[in-house]
């Protein structure tokens, strides 16, 4: 047992890839490797699955390629409004990152999102879209009329979402990739054959997916959240 703890212990730390040698030596992490590997593969899936597009006679693949993007502009323009059209191609490719990243134990790899400096910057980009747009569409005093609404009285509490919200979403993120992490390096120590396989059709596949959905939508739903007013 106590080897199984040193080993997660040990697995449970960010890895170094290799080291640069430049200005002494600069540290490239293990998550930032499997990173270019999911950026790689969704860019040569997106050259692949565009190069026969049609508009006369759509493929299959058109088709649905087609479907999923019009869930997601019909998600977004629900949850955002008019204002809809920037915000789409920003979560879609988050939604693609994550939900690739959060899967991609099942190939062998470590998830990138097991490292909180990936979640905390996705949190931070999160934050700096949804602040943002609610400034750019209210205006510098709509944007900070809205820290007073519904009521003056909640000023203070709605200060402190600048910080509660990104940590939520680093965290909840965070927290699940690590959690389902640690069970299944502790089946592969109880029953190295049988049990890891079927579990990690839940924990590597569908609480990934989970995960990107939560993690989209409540972006999307704090977006809304800081425009609103300027909808109506």
Same mark, same amino acid.
């Given at each position: 047992m106590d080897a199984f703890k040193e080993a997660l212990v040990e697995e449970l730390g960010t890895h170094t890839a290799f080291t640069i040698p430049l200005f002494g030596g600069i540290p490239v992490a293990e998550s930032v490797v499997v990173t270019w590997i999911v950026m790689a593969v969704l860019l040569t899936a997106a050259l692949l699955l565009t190069r026969n597009l049609s508009v006369d006679a759509p493929g299959k693949v058109q088709v649905t390629l087609e479907s999923a993007v019009q869930f997601l502009n019909g998600f977004v323009r629900t949850n955002i409004g008019s204002h809809w059209r920037p915000f789409a191609p920003w979560l879609g490719t988050v939604a693609l990152y994550?939900?690739? =990243?959060?899967i991609i134990g099942i190939?062998?790899?470590t998830p990138p999102t097991k490292d909180i400096s990936v979640t905390a910057a996705l949190a931070l980009m999160s934050m700096l879209l949804i602040y943002g747009a609610q400034f750019r569409y209210n205006g510098l005093l709509g944007g900070l009329k809205k820290f007073a609404e519904p009521m003056p009285l909640l000023l203070p509490i709605n200060l402190m979402e600048v910080a509660v919200r990104p940590l939520a979403l680093c965290m909840r993120l965070f927290g699940n990739v690590l959690g389902a992490f640690i069970i299944m390096e502790?089946?592969?120590?109880?029953?190295?054959?049988?049990?890891? =396989?079927?579990f990690s059709l839940y924990f590597d596949l569908f609480d990934g997916l989970i995960q990107t959905v939560v993690f989209v939508f409540l972006t999307t739903l704090f977006t809304g959240e800081g425009i609103k007013e300027e909808e109506a």
């Open positions: 994550i939900g690739f =990243a959060n190939f062998g790899l502790m089946l592969k120590f109880v029953a190295p054959v049988v049990l890891p =396989a079927v």
